[in-house]
């Protein structure tokens, strides 16, 4: 039972553009969600989070969306460039039982063409 | 400032073979993990330890050991491996039990 899902194996955008990866769980008592990126021949880097108590989240680039009635969230890159060309993981946890409860999606490979 | 170090970063055994993979953090890091990555699949958690000398069972254990006995190091081995351990291993690391995770740069492993 795959409790947090990335449906899309892989996305192409243009550089300059948005980029929108999105991620659905299935677990009501996840409270936590995190964006992982991961490139070639590397372990994943943390990248930005959300607790449930928000909706949005913001870095830079980098914005997070929780639609918690939905059970989904998107992580939005904008504008995108060629950089972040990299596989990306979503993950939820329960804060309550903490990191050894952190399960992850099969990741969204993102090409951003110049 | 090295993060987490994973060694060996390739490996490949013969079924029935055993091997320790050996994980190094230089962050002070209470919380260490092993999960492993197979195609189409998100990581998957192995093992973990909330700090020196513990030790407990994540999602897919079975077939694996591990071994916490100074904070910094956290060692996975596989006493007997079967070609469905082939995988890509990443160590992590945390400050606590809700912090981002810090991952080392994997060990590819093949049982053949």
């Known amino acids: 039972d795959q409790q947090v899902k990335q449906n899309s194996p892989s996305l192409s955008v243009q550089e300059g553009r948005i980029s929108i990866l999105n991620c659905d769980y299935t677990?009501?008592?996840?409270?936590?969600f995190l964006w992982y990126k991961k490139y070639p021949a590397e372990g994943p880097t943390f990248l930005i989070s959300i607790s449930s108590i928000k909706d949005k989240n913001e870095d830079g680039r980098f914005t997070v969306f929780l639609n918690k009635s939905a059970k989904h969230l998107s992580l939005h890159i904008v504008p995108s460039q060629p950089g972040d060309s990299a596989v990306y993981f979503c993950?939820?946890?329960?804060?309550?039982?903490?990191?050894?409860?952190?399960?992850f999606g099969q990741g969204t490979r993102l090409t951003i063409n110049p | 400032n090295a993060g987490v170090t994973q060694t060996p970063k390739f490996r490949v055994l013969k079924t029935g073979q055993s091997m320790t993979l050996l994980c190094a953090q230089d962050?002070?890091?209470?919380?260490m993990y092993w999960y492993r990555q197979d195609p189409g699949m998100g990581l998957r958690l192995i093992h973990y330890?909330?700090?020196?000398?513990?030790?407990a069972k994540g999602e897919v254990p079975d077939g694996y050991n591990v071994s916490r006995l100074k904070k910094q190091n956290f060692l996975l081995g596989l006493e007997s491996a079967a070609p469905s351990q082939t995988s890509v291993y990443f160590c992590?690391?945390?400050?606590?039990?809700?912090?981002?995770?810090?991952f080392g740069n994997g060990t590819r492993l093949t049982v053949t």
């Open positions: 992590a690391s945390s400050t606590d039990g809700n912090s981002p995770l810090h």
């Open positions: 993950a939820a946890s329960d804060r309550i039982q903490g990191a050894q409860k952190l399960v």
């Open positions: 962050m002070n890091h209470e919380y």
């Open positions: 330890s909330v700090g020196e000398g513990t030790t």
């Open positions: 677990n009501s008592m996840f409270d936590y």
